[in-house]
């Protein structure tokens, strides 16, 4: 740890894979005031792109999810014609390339997009579209997580939905929205389903509810990755030497390298870590579980993956190996098939970062100490 000070501009030169991402929580502020204008939304706070920026990401910072997913209504409110899902899109897959991901997994609830008459299946054609088309001669790859919302009652039909399009561009299937009342286990059909049809569950867990939610996740349901997690720390104790004594269900999340998707700065602000510093990523981390890094919602909470990594680095003195080893632990942990992480791993990442620590491998053999 702490091998060099790593600036924002360099962590933005390096391949970065993202694995937790919404799609609605993405625009480009400017983009949502020209889809409101054409699609003739009327609920926007504000016709001024400053001011909507400075809206959206304040409204965000509330300290709790309910009041954090708010927002969304107006990001959703722009997404309902095939037009702005496919400019959405591209302007998402261009904007991740420009802050040097190579790999990412972006998630949307399809359901949320069918008020202006569009079919499931025409919404998630739009969406795939523009990603195609964003992502073309940029280096980088994106694929789609279908998302059903937890608080509605069409999660098999999304998971079909996913199924459907799983050849097209579609890795994986997820729930998302309030969890407190609302548990994974009330969507059993549908992961049951995505199971026996040997496709990819994600399930939002651990974020605005506890160990409940991610046993129910895991052990109910299948999930092979939490989104956030975060509330797993409520299953280890630090004791005063230093030590952590790891409950069970911990120690199953660790020992099975279940991945957490972990968004730090989304979770200071929707109340799910009290700050930065006090992030459980820290503890996490040292502990070696699947811990990897990702944005959540980039424009309500005003981040890019190259910022989350700059704010780690100033929190925990992260230096190249940590965001190194982040990074490959969220390319082990995508959906992608096998063939194609390796790739990745070998072929993009390692020489990436190769290139970037080599400058300080070189300075410490001039001055005779031991290269990271």
């Given at each position: ?11 933005r030169?390096?391949?970065k ?24 939304y009327?609920g926007?706070?504000?016709q ?42 591209a ?24 008020n202006?008459?569009?079919s ?23 694929y ?49 389903y ?8 994600t ?15 895991v ?20 004791q ?8 069970r ?92 992480r390796?790739?990745?791993i ?10 970037a ?16």
């Amino acid at each position: 740890m702490g091998d060099v000070s790593v600036t924002v501009d360099q962590i933005r030169q390096v391949p970065k894979v993202m694995l937790h991402d919404h799609l609605d929580g993405g625009l480009r502020p400017g983009t949502i005031v020209e889809l409101a204008r054409q699609t003739g939304y009327r609920g926007l706070p504000t016709q001024d792109v400053g001011e909507l920026s400075h809206y959206m990401a304040t409204a965000s910072k509330r300290g709790h999810l309910e009041l954090y997913l708010e927002a969304f209504q107006h990001t959703v409110g722009v997404m309902q014609t095939r037009d702005a899902l496919v400019r959405v899109a591209a302007e998402c897959a261009e904007d991740l390339a420009a802050d040097g991901v190579a790999y990412a997994e972006v998630r949307f609830a399809p359901e949320l997009h069918v008020n202006a008459g569009l079919s499931l299946d025409q919404v998630v054609e739009a969406v795939l579209e523009g990603f195609a088309a964003g992502s073309a001669g940029r280096g980088i790859r994106v694929y789609a997580l279908l998302t059903a919302m937890r608080t509605a009652a069409r999660s098999l039909e999304i998971a079909e939905l996913a199924v459907r399009h799983r050849d097209r561009g579609v890795v994986g299937f997820d729930i998302a929205g309030a969890e407190a009342g609302s548990p994974p286990s009330r969507h059993l059909d549908a992961f049951q389903y995505v199971a026996r049809e040997n496709f990819h569950i994600t399930i939002h867990a651990g974020e605005g509810f506890g160990l409940p939610s991610i046993w129910e996740a895991v052990q109910w349901c299948g999930a092979e990755r939490l989104g956030h997690g975060v509330r797993i720390i409520d299953d280890i104790a630090v004791q005063p030497d230093g030590s952590a004594a790891i409950g069970r269900l911990a120690s199953y999340v660790r020992d099975r390298r279940i991945p957490l998707e972990m968004c730090p700065t989304s979770n200071v602000h929707t109340g799910a870590a009290a700050s930065i510093g006090g992030h459980p990523i820290g503890l996490l981390r040292r502990l070696s579980f699947r811990v990897t890094v990702s944005t959540d919602n980039r424009l309500m909470s005003d981040v890019s993956l190259s910022s989350e990594f700059a704010t780690l680095v100033e929190a925990f003195g992260y230096g190249w190996s940590d965001i190194q080893w982040l990074t490959i632990n969220a390319m082990k942990s995508a959906f992608a098939p096998f063939d194609e992480r390796l790739e990745l791993i070998n072929t993009v990442i390692k020489p990436g970062f190769a290139a970037a620590m080599a400058p300080l491998v070189a300075g410490r053999v001039r001055t005779g100490r031991p290269a990271p």
